[in-house]
């Protein structure tokens, strides 16, 4: 299956007719009459879809629909359509991360292939959140003290250097290191390093626990 699309716009006619067009394509198509009827009808961040949206809509406009869902946390990409395009707004939504700036009428194939494109990028996203919230859910397990195991190994230092910092023996910090490689599942210190960067533990802005 495709995906889905969601289609904002108040012109009902496009919306009949883009819907039409949409569905002989083989995707799922739910239409939206303004941003507050999606905005009341959250579409869902985990299946894959994009956002389909007029730029000038009675209400919220387009491009204040797409600040709104970005403050809301979705994921979902934004093909822009317009029957009224200018260089200041096109810029201002690609740079918040809009997919594509399409203008009214456009062709089933420029269509078609904006919303493919979108599509790819969103599932691309969709799998590395599903692969970093694998990694998050591995580093819970850890106690705290094997956490803290975790981020001076990454960070470079022997069991000798973080036996001292924490005030145990090399022993300990041995019996903590080899937990903290089987319970994140890896089996060189370059995958834990490799994951403690996708994690965000090596930013130097990142707080110490």
């Known amino acids: 299956m495709p995906g889905y699309v969601h289609v904002v716009d108040d012109d009902t006619s496009f919306r009949t007719a883009i819907e039409r067009r949409l569905k002989l394509a083989g995707y799922d198509v739910v239409t939206y009459a303004s941003a507050?009827?999606?905005l009341d009808r959250l579409p869902n961040n985990h299946l894959s879809g994009c956002i389909l949206l007029d730029v000038r809509i009675p209400g919220l406009s387009g491009p204040e629909l797409q600040s709104r869902l970005?403050?809301?946390?979705s994921t979902l990409p934004i093909v822009f359509l317009t029957g009224h395009a200018d260089?200041?707004?096109?810029v201002k939504a690609i740079k918040a991360g809009a997919e594509d700036f399409l203008t009214k009428p456009v062709a089933s194939e420029l269509l078609i292939?904006?919303?493919?494109?979108?599509?790819?990028r969103q599932t691309v996203a969709l799998s590395q959140r599903r692969k970093l919230d694998t990694l998050h859910a591995l580093v819970s397990t850890l106690t705290p003290r094997e956490h803290q195991v975790f981020?001076?190994?990454?960070?470079g230092k022997i069991n000798k250097q973080i036996a001292y910092e924490l005030g145990t023996t090399e022993r300990t910090v041995k019996a903590h290191r080899h937990q903290v490689m089987e319970k994140m599942q890896v089996q060189s210190l370059a995958e834990l390093v490799s994951i403690a960067?996708?994690?965000?533990v090596l930013d130097p802005a990142a707080p110490r626990r």
């Open 36 to 38: 507050q009827d999606l």
């Open 70 to 73: 970005i403050e809301l946390g």
């Open 87 to 90: 260089t200041a707004t096109t």
């Open 113 to 120: 292939d904006a919303i493919e494109r979108a599509m790819a």
């Open 151 to 155: 981020e001076l190994i990454v960070r």
């Open 197 to 200: 960067e996708r994690l965000g």
